[in-house]
Every structure is written in C-alpha cells, then in structure tokens.
C-alpha cells in the first residue's frame, strides 16, 4: 500500500512516494543479491538513480532501508475509526485486517524481505530493538487516547507491551515459518489474546 492509493495524496507527494518505494525496492534486490553489509548506500543510490543525499533524505540510516514503511499513518487512521465498545485488542485485530485487505501481494513480498533480513543481520536486529521502544510509545499513545488515560498509565504500558509482544512473537514465528503471511499470523495471534485477561477494557 503506498500513499498514491488515497485520492489525498497530490502529485507532488505521489512522485515522492514512488521515489521512496524505488530506492527500498532497489536496496533490498541488492541486499538479497550481494549481502547487507557488502552493499553500500552509494550502490543503492545509484541502482535508484538518485543522488546519495536525496537516499539519506528518505532513509537517514542504512537499517531504515529495512526498518521503515509508510503504513503508521493508515494504522493511525484505521485505529482511531473503530467503534468505541471494542476493546484495545480487538480495535487493533479490526486494524490490522482493513490495512491488511489493502495491502499488494507485491508489497507483502517486501515485508517479508524485509522481517527475514531484520533477523539475520546483527545490527539490523539491534536497530530494531530500538525500533521497538518506539513503536510501544506510538501503540500506548494510541489507547490511551481511545481509553481516556494517561499514555504513561500503568495498565496502558501493559496492554501496549502485550501488543508488541503479539507482533514480536509473530514476527519470530513468521521467521521460523516461511510459508506463512506475517500479516495473518497476527490477526490468529490477537485472536487468541481476546480470550485472555488483556483482551478486556481496561479498568
């Protein structure tokens, strides 16, 4: 899914849009052909055909190339949209379903490109880690806000941690099981957690 599928989006952010998704698509054919560390940004700018500044520009680091992706604006989107009597587990399985319908078989190549390279190179996992701690700021922000509670609020911290911990662990099982669509494993896996006692609304 990339921006020029929403009529919001003018030309001039399409044309960036179609820029980035070219110097990613181009990094990660070259990682795959010659290896993370044997490739540099300078081959990837030039496959791209666009200077080394204009790459830095879209990815300020060589592991953004694998760690990055336009989908949090969606999510964000997609989130906030849900109906109100669904608990913070079943918004985000609703969530991930309706930004997944839009996703390409294409683009689900890539991220599976992408989660294998970032579990097979050493700073690439490290990268994520940090990545990670992140991503639990922008999810407990997210509940909190539908919850009415402080984002630093205890049981938000919680129910965000087991929500990065879904995504982890199907991130790490997807790894070990390489016919299965990323994706789909996490709507099994935030299945299962509406079931457990993080599934319901938090007190």
Do not use: C, N
Not at 98 to 113: C, D, G, H, T
Not at 118 to 142: C, G, N, Q, Y
Not at 149 to 156: H, S
């Amino acid at each position: 899914m990339k921006a020029d599928d929403t009529p919001k989006a003018g030309l001039r952010e399409r044309k960036k849009q179609k820029t980035k998704a070219a110097i990613q698509h181009h990094a990660l054919r070259l990682f795959k052909e010659q290896g993370y560390q044997q490739t540099t940004t300078e081959q990837i700018a030039e496959a791209a055909e666009v200077s080394p500044s204009t790459l830095f520009r879209y990815f300020p680091t060589k592991e953004a190339l694998v760690l990055e992706d336009d989908f949090d604006p969606y999510l964000i989107e997609a989130f906030r949209s849900q109906p109100q009597e669904l608990t913070a587990v079943q918004a985000l399985r609703e969530t991930i379903r309706q930004v997944a319908s839009l996703v390409p078989e294409e683009e689900r190549l890539s991220i599976r490109e992408r989660m294998d390279l970032s579990m097979s190179v050493p700073e690439l996992k490290a990268a994520a880690l940090s990545h990670t701690v992140s991503m639990l700021d922008f999810i407990a922000r997210l509940i909190a806000e539908r919850e009415g509670k402080g984002a630093g609020e205890p049981y938000v911290l919680a129910s965000a941690g087991a929500l990065i911990g879904v995504i982890l662990s199907a991130h790490q099982y997807s790894a070990q099981h390489p016919g299965e669509d990323f994706l789909e494993v996490i709507d099994r896996l935030l299945g299962a957690m509406e079931e457990a006692p993080l599934g319901s609304r938090l007190r």
